[in-house]
């Protein structure tokens, strides 16, 4: 665990994360845990699948969030979760599903494609209220953080 401090006002946090051999780190999310949160209303995501991937590869997301999985290939997918943070299944599909999926515990979800094996994505969800996910380049930018202390967590997929 890392603790930061912010500065007296609203501040932006930009981080470059590198792996063990200094190259950049993608698809890694950082979150920051304070004792003084703001309410934040649900949120709406989208989790498409292009050139059979998902698209983000990872996406964070806060509790309470609605994951719209739209399938922008030509072809159909089936896409499941049998995590413990989200069991769901959308049935061999085109087009958007008709309902999002909302994800309304912390944990990491594992996505996959019962039509194409190699499909493989993430869904992080976090009760904390800041939090990004790091850029092909290993950059993420955290904006309008208030004055305090933090506690943030890194998680990658192959961690």
């Known amino acids: 665990m890392l603790l930061l401090s912010a500065p007296l006002h609203a ?18 999310v950082l979150s920051l845990h304070s004792e003084v949160a703001p309410v934040v209303a649900p949120a709406i995501a989208i989790m498409d699948q292009r050139s059979q991937q998902f698209a983000p590869t ?3 997301v ?7 999985f739209p399938n922008s290939d030509n072809i159909r997918h ?11 299944e959308l049935r061999l599909y085109q087009g958007t599903p008709s309902a999002p999926v909302i994800f309304d515990k912390p944990g990491v979800v594992v996505l996959g494609c019962n039509i194409h094996d ?12 800041w939090f990004a996910v790091s850029d092909a380049q290993g950059k993420l930018n955290l904006e309008q953080l ?7 967590s890194l998680w990658h997929p192959q961690a």
Do not use: C, I
């Open 11 to 28: 501040a932006s946090l930009q981080a470059e994360l590198v792996d063990g051999q200094g190259q950049p780190l993608a698809n890694a």
């Open 146 to 152: 208030p004055a305090g202390t933090y506690t943030a």
């Open 118 to 129: 190699w499909m493989l994505g993430y869904v992080y969800v976090t009760d904390d209220p």
């Open 78 to 88: 089936h896409v499941y979760s049998f995590s413990l943070a989200k069991r769901f």
């Open 62 to 68: 806060r509790s309470g969030t609605s994951v719209s």
């Open 58 to 60: 990872v996406l964070a």
